[in-house]
């Protein structure tokens, strides 16, 4: 991880800045994917410190700005600060790949029976691209393709559905309801 740390209007000692650094380091424990970089500016004005700490992730940037009376109280607040954002982003990541959010995660489960793979299997990734259309259109779409289920936006409702081929033969459709 790249680390920039400067200071306006006072010197900062090389102990403080590898202090900074350690604790910079330390923040990769809570974040879900490796750190890309880190910057922080510590300023001083009218004897109050304030630490501007950028934490950049891939695809993912996290900031925040603290004032203290010393340069380290303001750098170990800002970077407990990161913390705190890394942890919660990292639960919604697990959150999301655990399917605790609703959506197609909770949809996969009947009455108890969750649909996944062995351990350790790695499953192929296909991308889709959601399409507005009508129920009846997507139906239409749907029996002519040779897919297990289609996803699409309903133009009517605005709501995410999936049209699907139920084990009686039938057709189905879920449609997406807020709670």
């Known amino acids: 991880m790249q ?7 006072f010197n900062l000692g090389e102990k403080q800045k590898e202090k900074i650094i350690n604790d910079l ?3 990769e424990r809570f974040s879900p994917r490796p750190p890309v970089s880190a910057r922080m500016t510590i300023v001083n004005e009218k004897s109050r410190f304030t630490a501007d700490l950028s934490f950049f992730l891939k695809n993912s940037d996290f900031r925040t700005k603290v004032e203290g009376s010393d340069p380290e109280l303001a750098a170990d607040e800002a970077i407990e600060n990161i913390r705190t954002q890394l942890q919660r982003f990292k639960g919604k990541m697990v959150s ?7 959506g197609l995660g909770r949809a996969m489960v009947i009455e108890g029976e969750e649909f996944l793979e062995p351990p350790g299997t790695e499953l192929p990734t296909e991308g889709f691209h959601l399409k507005d259309m009508s129920v009846n259109n997507a139906m239409d779409v749907f029996r002519s393709s040779a897919r ?7 133009t009517d409702t605005t709501k995410i559905c ?9 057709i189905g459709l879920l449609e997406s309801r807020e709670e």
Do not use: A, M, T
């Not at 680390?3 to 209007?9: N, Q, T």
């Not at 999301?96 to 609703?102: A, L, S, V, Y």
């Not at 999936?162 to 039938?170: C, F, P």
């Open 96 to 102: 999301r790949q655990k399917g605790e959010e609703g």
């Open 162 to 170: 999936v049209v699907y081929k139920r084990d009686d033969g039938q």
């Open 25 to 27: 380091e330390k923040l």
């Open 148 to 154: 297990p289920f289609l996803v699409f936006r309903n």
């Open 3 to 9: 680390v920039e740390i400067k200071s306006r209007h």
